[in-house]
């Protein structure tokens, strides 16, 4: 196995840092099989391994044994058809980081679609049709946390978010960060609130370019040792403090 299985919500309004904080948390994880679902064609994702805007090509440069791959939808096709082959083919590969970018724009609160549904429900530790263990990394990103689906919200081992612009995105944050959903949509730019499963008490940080003074994530191995262990009994870092 290649890669510990993850499942990590970054959420925030337009410019909070969203995509500051995924490639932060790339560069932390490198994961060796990476795929990024790049919806609105990213410039700050261009580093990223391969690009393609061709399915099939992104598809096939999957089975290899190591790869990034990222794949721009094409707008002028249906999209919702591009992404559930893309679901479909990352979960066939399997062990693997599987990022999605703009979430809400493909799955809705109650309409999440099949092979994004298989992703997030199975993805964790599932067989092949070979019979060899796979599992997933997920990350989804978007600016509206309520139209995403309830299974990839409701089993988030890192929620991470930045200040969110409507009160009813807000309080769904707020509600599974437990904390005043004012607090969320308080938080100026690069600011940023997380909560890990088995953290009684959300951090707080900002996101800052270049360095490592306020990198806000461990890596994985340990992440999976704090989640077996406890999180609430972990020592406050640098750069991380408990919010009250
Ligand atoms: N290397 C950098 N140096 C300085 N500023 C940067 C750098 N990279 C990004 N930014 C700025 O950080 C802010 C957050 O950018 P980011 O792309 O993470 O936003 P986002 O939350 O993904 O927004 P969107 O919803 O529009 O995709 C933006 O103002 C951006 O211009
Ligand atoms: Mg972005």
Redesign the pocket.
């Known amino acids: 196995m290649n890669e510990k299985a993850l499942m990590v919500g970054i959420f925030?309004a337009?410019?909070?840092?969203?995509?500051?904080y995924a490639v932060q948390l790339l560069k932390r994880l490198k994961p060796s099989r990476l795929v990024i679902w790049d919806h609105k064609h990213?410039p700050?994702m261009s580093n990223f391994g391969n690009t393609f805007t061709d399915l099939k090509e992104a598809i096939l440069a999957m089975k290899a044994e190591r790869f990034h791959v990222r794949y721009m939808p094409d707008h002028s096709r249906e999209v919702q058809k591009q992404f559930d082959y893309f679901c479909r083919a990352a979960f066939a590969a399997g062990n693997l980081t599987l990022m999605i970018d703009e979430l809400p724009e493909v799955t809705k609160a109650n309409r999440a679609p099949a092979a994004w549904r298989q992703c997030v429900n199975v993805g964790r530790l599932y067989r092949g049709p070979d019979g060899k263990e796979r599992t997933l990394t997920i990350m989804g990103l978007g600016?509206r946390p309520s139209e995403c689906d309830k299974s990839f919200m409701n089993n988030l081992d890192i929620l991470h978010t930045?200040r969110i612009a409507s009160v009813n995105d807000a309080k769904t944050l707020a509600d599974l960060l437990a904390l005043d959903y004012r607090k969320v949509m308080a938080l100026p730019?690069?600011h940023w609130l997380e909560r890990r499963q088995g953290q009684a008490e959300p951090s707080s940080g900002v996101l800052s370019?270049g360095g490592n003074a306020t990198m806000p994530v461990q890596k994985t191995e340990d992440l999976q040792n704090n989640l077996q262990n406890n999180l609430q009994k972990e020592a406050p870092k640098r750069g991380r403090k408990k919010v009250s």
Do not use: E, H, I, P
């Open positions: 925030g337009r410019g909070t840092g969203k995509n500051v990213d700050s600016q930045g730019d690069l370019f």
